[in-house]
């Protein structure tokens, strides 16, 4: 790496857990990730926050139905600027859980879908630890 | 769900490799992820596509590269639109190796890390599966 080049590009900084919790609720699209025996799967969802964990709807007879039951799974958010060449990303550690519609009672606390189907199946990742990075433009 | 109103919502369509790989070189950042003993992790990274493999750039003394070493992996792109509430997404699965600058030789085809520090290793997720899915307008 050329070190005068170097100092052009961006400067990655941590975030604390407020940022990341108002980043995580400023999106309405996440990715869902957990490990299988071939290694990690991330497939993106639509998401709620709710009392601090992440809380989103999926098919209930589906692969990723049958590894969010008691398992560790993360939740990423990001979002960026090509032109810039900045932006930032938060990752959510923990353990999802299915969780029963009548303990979202409030419907905007809900999560919405955007595709079609029968996404009958809640999911919630309770945090275990919450980090993101903000990539300042250079 | 009422039936009805779910007429209403996008469409899931699969995407086949070729395209997967279109939308791949389409966008320069993406998302590794890995397993360790807590599950999954996620973070942004810059790609290129070589050869029909991912290719990206991180710091050698790294949790990220103590996990990528030989490793079963993922690599994942996507975009949406929020207003038309759709959008695609990208996911190969395989196996991360680290990869010799000696055998990226056009210049092009090296990944470009946007943050500035010693992002000195090369990595490479060779695929073995890539899949897709586009969700449509509803």
Redesign the interface.
């Known amino acids: 790496?050329d070190e005068l080049s170097?100092?052009f590009?961006?400067?990655?900084v941590e975030l604390d857990e407020t940022e990341c919790i108002e980043l995580l609720q400023s999106r309405?699209?996440g990715?869902a990730?957990?490990?299988d025996d071939?290694?990690?799967?991330?497939?993106?969802v639509n998401h709620q926050v709710v009392d601090g964990a992440v809380v989103f709807r999926i098919p209930p007879y589906s692969e990723m139905a049958a590894h969010l039951n008691d398992?560790?799974?993360?939740y990423?958010v990001?979002d960026?600027d090509?032109f810039r060449?900045?932006?930032w990303?938060v990752?959510v550690?923990g353990t999802a859980t299915y969780v029963d519609p009548d303990h979202l009672p409030i419907q905007e606390q809900r999560p919405a879908?955007?595709?079609?189907?029968?996404?009958?199946l809640n999911i919630r990742i309770t945090p275990?630890t919450i980090t993101g990075r903000r990539?300042l433009p250079?």
């Open positions: 790496v170097d100092l590009l961006g400067r990655l309405r699209v990715r990730a957990y490990c071939q290694g990690p799967v991330v497939l993106p398992r560790p799974a993360s990423q990001d960026f090509e060449e900045s932006g990303s990752l550690r879908p955007w595709p079609r189907g029968q996404r009958t275990t990539l250079g």
